[in-house]
């Protein structure tokens, strides 16, 4: 897979944090989700779906934020037809809570999934990289029940200013989900964080809106192009 060289390097970072994931596991708590808060969307969702015809052939893109606030996702995937279902704030326990819903009743030639929001510095919510890992791979059977020969692309989280401060525990859940990809068939894990750190490690604030979290037009064609060099090969050949 076209993750295998990224997986290497996350494995060094994974070799080094493995007794600090484990302690933080232990003591992480469980956080009822409020899932009622997304009606809404998934009523906007089944409108959507009542009033167009998505091809079968078309790329299902899921997440939080980033995917719904991508503009030009129709301009920036040709040919390929896409389908847009991104609600902002939502993490990896909402889509899977809501994915027999609003990803199952679809029918996609292949699944892209960015979601960013299980680490973001609330000691009370948090994950740990390795529940992370495992919520990522429960998500990956679900796509699979609905769709078994689907390729199923994840995009790397991305370090941001605006959460810097649990950049650690998200690089740690960005090696633990790059190795999960290389274990299962037609997974693909795109890594971005290079894309968007400078030469000293630290994320480049030109590529972001003013609150320093979501991308702005230049970081969207950053996104884009390193997305269908990963896509494109794939799905061309």
């Given at each position: 897979?076209?993750?295998?060289?990224?997986a290497k390097?996350?494995n060094l970072?994974?070799?080094?944090?493995v007794?600090?994931?484990?302690?933080?596991?232990a003591?992480?708590?469980?956080v009822?989700?409020?899932?009622?808060?997304w009606?809404?969307?998934?009523?906007e969702?089944?409108?959507?779906?009542?009033?167009?015809?998505?091809?079968?052939?078309?790329?299902f893109f899921?997440g939080?934020?980033?995917?719904?606030?991508w503009?030009?996702?129709?301009e920036?995937?040709?040919?390929y037809?896409?389908i847009?279902?991104?609600?902002g704030?939502?993490?990896?326990?909402?889509i899977?809570h809501?994915?027999?819903r609003?990803?199952?009743?679809?029918?996609?030639?292949?699944?892209?999934?960015?979601?960013?929001?299980?680490?973001?510095?609330?000691?009370?919510?948090?994950l740990?990289?390795?529940e992370?890992?495992?919520l990522?791979?429960e998500?990956?059977?679900?796509?699979?029940?609905?769709n078994?020969?689907?390729?199923?692309?994840?995009i790397?989280i991305t370090?941001?200013?605006?959460?810097?401060?649990v950049?650690?525990?998200t690089?740690?859940?960005?090696?633990?989900i790059?190795?999960?990809?290389?274990?299962?068939?037609?997974?693909?894990f795109?890594?971005?964080?290079?894309?968007f750190?400078d030469?000293h490690g630290?994320?480049?604030?030109?590529?972001f809106?003013?609150?320093?979290?979501?991308l702005?037009e230049?970081?969207y064609?950053?996104?884009a192009?390193?997305?269908?060099?990963?896509?494109?090969?794939?799905?061309?050949?």
């Amino acid at each position: 897979m076209a993750s295998l060289n990224f997986a290497k390097y996350y494995n060094l970072i994974l070799s080094v944090s493995v007794a600090t994931c484990l302690c933080f596991l232990a003591v992480t708590p469980s956080v009822a989700q409020n899932f009622d808060r997304w009606e809404t969307v998934m009523q906007e969702f089944e409108r959507l779906d009542s009033e167009n015809n998505y091809p079968p052939e078309s790329i299902f893109f899921t997440g939080s934020s980033s995917i719904r606030m991508w503009s030009i996702l129709d301009e920036d995937m040709q040919p390929y037809s896409v389908i847009q279902r991104g609600f902002g704030g939502s993490n990896i326990r909402d889509i899977l809570h809501f994915a027999d819903r609003y990803i199952g009743v679809h029918d996609f030639r292949a699944l892209v999934l960015f979601v960013a929001n299980d680490i973001t510095g609330n000691v009370n919510e948090d994950l740990a990289p390795e529940e992370l890992r495992s919520l990522f791979e429960e998500f990956i059977y679900t796509i699979r029940d609905f769709n078994s020969n689907a390729p199923i692309f994840i995009i790397e989280i991305t370090p941001t200013n605006s959460r810097w401060d649990v950049w650690p525990n998200t690089r740690e859940a960005n090696a633990h989900i790059a190795m999960l990809c290389d274990q299962h068939e037609n997974v693909v894990f795109i890594p971005t964080s290079d894309l968007f750190l400078d030469s000293h490690g630290k994320p480049i604030p030109v590529l972001f809106l003013d609150d320093q979290l979501h991308l702005n037009e230049d970081g969207y064609n950053l996104w884009a192009d390193r997305i269908r060099s990963y896509m494109d090969p794939v799905l061309l050949n």
